[in-house]
T-cell receptor, first 113, second 114 residues
Framework: DSGVTQTPKHLITATGQRVTLRCSPR?????VYWYQQSLDQGLQFLIQ???????AKGNILERFSAQQFPDLHSELNLSSLELGDSALYFC????????????FGPGTRLTVT | AQSVTQLDSQVPVFEEAPVELRCNYS??????LFWYVQYPNQGLQLLLK??????LVESINGFEAEFNKSQTSFHLRKPSVHISDTAEYFC????????????FGIGTKLQVIP
């Protein structure tokens, strides 16, 4: 158990809908990272927050957004969903912005039908 | 920008046989290198990392990786695999200066055959 929790574990929704994925980092970790894992693209970095502020951005679509709240949990919002958004979404956390090890949550499997 | 290439998408190997999972990277600056493991239905876990110093790094469960700067490689090896090593292995890289995002390879599925 990494100490990172993600909810829900599974999510099935229809195209055009909007969903919110939630992540609670390890106790004491200030950084949260979001990744998308799909069969054809592998593990893609989406976005990082550090202590409530956006710190780095990767291949995140404009339809996707994220935030980190004062209690350090984070939410990833996916809107206008398309079939191609079906994937595993992982959250990871680390103590700081430049620490070496990221601790991954178990993931949320999103299926868009 | 940096990139990571994992040359094998799947590697089947018999139990107790040796294995090598290959990883090559590309970067214009010095880097830190990582191997993560993902067991079925779980998130990724850090297996080992190279930051500086000895180019040979080891994990607690018998894996080792060697940083080869001239060949820009960081191959993962284990002399004798167990069924429990069946998992997907990801090589990752990030620049060593300041904060930069980690870039992951596409992963190699290790299938240990009894």
């Amino acid at each position: 158990d990494s100490g990172v929790t993600q909810t829900p574990k599974h999510l099935i929704t229809a195209t055009g809908q909007r969903v919110t994925l939630r992540c609670s980092p390890r106790s004491g970790d200030l950084s949260v990272y979001w990744y998308q894992q799909s069969l054809d693209q592998g593990l893609q970095f989406l976005i990082q927050y550090y202590n409530g502020e956006e710190r780095a951005k990767g291949n995140i679509l404009e339809r996707f957004s994220a935030q980190q709240f004062p209690d350090l949990h984070s939410e990833l919002n996916l809107s206008s969903l398309e079939l191609g958004d079906s994937a595993l979404y992982f959250c990871a956390s680390s103590a700081g912005t430049a620490t070496y090890e990221q601790y991954f949550g178990p993931g949320t499997r999103l299926t868009v039908t | 920008a940096q990139s990571v290439t994992q040359l094998d998408s799947q590697v089947p190997v018999f139990e107790e046989a040796p294995v090598e999972l290959r990883c090559n990277y590309s970067s214009s600056v010095s880097v830190y290198l990582f191997w993560y493991v993902q067991y079925p239905n779980q998130g990724l876990q850090l297996l080992l990392k190279y930051l500086s110093g000895s180019t040979l790094v080891e994990s607690i469960n018998g894996f080792e990786a060697e940083f080869n700067k001239s060949q820009t490689s960081f191959h993962l090896r284990k002399p004798s695999v167990h069924i429990s090593d069946t998992a997907e292995y990801f090589c990752a890289v990030r620049p060593s200066g300041g904060y930069q995002k980690v870039t992951f390879g596409i992963g190699t599925k290790l299938q240990v055959i009894p």
